[in-house]
């Protein structure tokens, strides 16, 4: 009987002091773990993200271009004074882009604005159903982002310009075009990166490309002289 009584004092004693303890905070907080969004990125911080990209070609393409989703890889750098290095590879196997550049980015409590410039690098092959066409280009992207944050979810409004350094297209041997700078339109994109599990972190995106040659496709000559809207669906996961 004094074996029970001892037990169950020990037991109460024991319900007691859990019911004292205060519940786990949760410290997640989506400045920390979020890409697109504007914040001070951890220096030699590293963070890297995997997605595809869902394009509706143009319609004057869209019987010949290539509709398949690109795979994409974004990674970040964090270094001093708020500034940050990111780069991108996105690929659809016969076409490729590489591009990377510099960040700067400041945050007003729950707001945030980034600003940068990258450098990107086309590559394009399309060897098959008689075609031999390749293309190779470089690109400039100044962009601005602009964000808002809650404790677990992040919305960002990303804008750039798309200015072509150069581009040249072949056939075989035979070089068919070459261009030297110009402005090649634009894009708006808006992203929202949201808490899934534990410290993962989804991001969902609209992009909208108003541009009058769209990379992918470049290798397909297309002679239109005029901008498209080329809207597109982004859904990446941060590793």
Not at 59 to 85: C, K, R, Y
Not at 118 to 123: L, S
Not at 125 to 139: E, M, P
Request: glycine share 6%; net charge positive; proline share 4%.
């Amino acid at each position: 009987m004094k074996i029970k009584l001892t037990l169950f004092y020990l037991f109460s004693l024991s319900m007691l002091a859990s019911a004292r303890e205060p519940a786990l905070k949760d410290t997640f907080e989506i400045t920390f773990h979020a890409m697109q969004f504007p914040h001070h990125c951890k220096k030699w911080g590293f963070q890297v993200s995997a997605g595809l990209s869902m394009v509706k070609p143009p319609e004057d393409l869209l019987e010949s271009a290539i509709q398949a989703p690109l795979a994409n890889v974004h990674m970040t750098f964090g270094l001093p004074w708020n500034l940050s290095l990111e780069s991108d590879l996105t690929t659809i196997i016969v076409s490729n882009q590489l591009r990377a550049g510099p960040r700067i980015s400041f945050l007003f409590r729950d707001f945030g604005i980034k600003g940068g410039w990258d450098i990107a690098y086309v590559y394009g092959r399309l060897k098959q159903s008689g075609f031999n066409n390749s293309t190779q280009a470089w690109l400039h992207y100044p962009n601005m982002s602009f964000g808002y944050k809650l404790k677990k979810m992040a919305f960002t409004l990303k804008g750039e310009l798309v200015i072509v350094g150069k581009v040249s297209t072949n056939s075989g041997e035979i070089e068919v075009n070459r261009f030297k700078t110009f402005l090649n339109g634009g894009t708006l994109s808006f992203y929202v990166e949201q808490r899934i599990h534990h410290n993962k972190v989804l991001i969902l995106g609209l992009k909208d490309n108003y541009v009058k040659f769209y990379w992918p496709t470049w290798m397909l000559f297309s002679t239109f002289n005029r901008f498209y809207h080329i809207p597109e669906l982004y859904i990446s996961w941060i590793l």
